[in-house]
């Protein structure tokens, strides 16, 4: 929906304000044509329509591209809340999941049942796919004047799991910043693997646990191929952030990501070693596929 927009028009001078920003569009002096104000407003009215239109055309496309997605997995639909947790419960738990300093939710949010591969078990767990966004302030100074405030809208795509455990203790891995990677800046958990240091930033206070976690094989599955990506871990969510490689060309907007940012996630389940899920007394929920009990002569 295209912003609110005010106009003033004032010795000669244009100000479009959407109560965020103001714009200057035309200044005239005092013997300039009266006209050309005026003319200017109604160019920028006609931009603004056109973006508009564009803005609603992209809405429709991505809407339809959602429900395409959804309609390729059984169980899937279209959620406000991704895997049943409401964002004022996502907010801040996650890197991946900032406040900001203003508005903050989750946006093109879809989910259902998906089968992962944990410890060997194939357990089915609640999955989602969404868009994080938050605002984040920016002041602009100028000599002699009022600074002026303005807020950049930013966001992170997301795959969420619900995970059959509860970690109890929250772990993070992301990208480690240019200084790290150098070496001149070093934080967190340090692990036996330099390169993997350099690469990665590990945080959680249960050391035990976060070296069970990244064995070997995890740790060259993430110098791989989750490189720029974030993985976190809170209670029974596990968050995998960041842009996958590639994109379905087939659906619209942020939606070609989804099928992507699934298969990592699957992956990423996965390829998690099974003493991490062991030490978080993860039982193997598959069926007793013993046949049933004969049916007792009250149940005939």
Do not use: K
């Amino acid at each position: 929906m295209a912003p609110e927009v005010s106009i003033t028009v004032d010795a000669g001078s244009v100000v479009l304000s959407d109560g965020a920003t103001h714009l200057l569009l035309a200044v005239t002096g005092s013997d300039g044509p009266s006209w050309l104000p005026w003319v200017m407003v109604g160019l920028f009215g006609v931009v603004m329509a056109i973006s508009w239109t564009i803005q609603r055309h992209q809405r429709r496309e991505l809407h339809e591209a959602l429900n395409r997605f959804v309609d390729r997995h059984d169980g899937w639909h279209l959620q406000a809340w991704p895997c049943g947790v409401h964002a004022d419960q996502l907010v801040g738990r996650f890197e991946a999941t900032p406040r900001g300093d203003r508005r903050y939710g989750v946006e093109s949010a879809v989910g259902g049942p998906a089968e992962m591969e944990i410890s060997g078990a194939t357990v089915q767990c609640q999955v989602a796919c969404f868009v994080w966004f938050h605002e984040r302030r920016r002041t602009q100074r100028s000599r002699g004047r009022r600074g002026r405030t303005t807020y950049d809208r930013r966001t992170e795509l997301v795959a969420m799991c619900q995970l059959p455990v509860h970690t109890h203790r929250a772990v993070s891995i992301r990208p480690e910043s240019p200084l790290g990677r150098v070496g001149l800046s070093r934080s967190g958990q340090q692990l036996e693997s330099e390169a993997f240091n350099r690469r990665f930033r590990v945080e959680g206070r249960d050391r035990a646990l976060v070296v069970t976690l990244l064995d070997a094989g995890l740790q060259e599955l993430l110098a791989a191929d989750y490189g720029e990506r974030g993985i976190e871990l809170s209670d029974d969510l596990l968050v995998l952030s960041g842009e996958p490689t590639h994109r379905d060309r087939s659906l619209a907007g942020i939606a070609q990501t989804y099928p992507a940012i699934l298969q990592d996630l699957t992956r990423l389940v996965r390829s998690i070693p099974p003493p991490f899920w062991r030490a978080l007394a993860f039982e193997d929920p598959t069926p007793d596929t013993a046949p049933p009990p004969p049916p007792s002569p009250q149940d005939r």
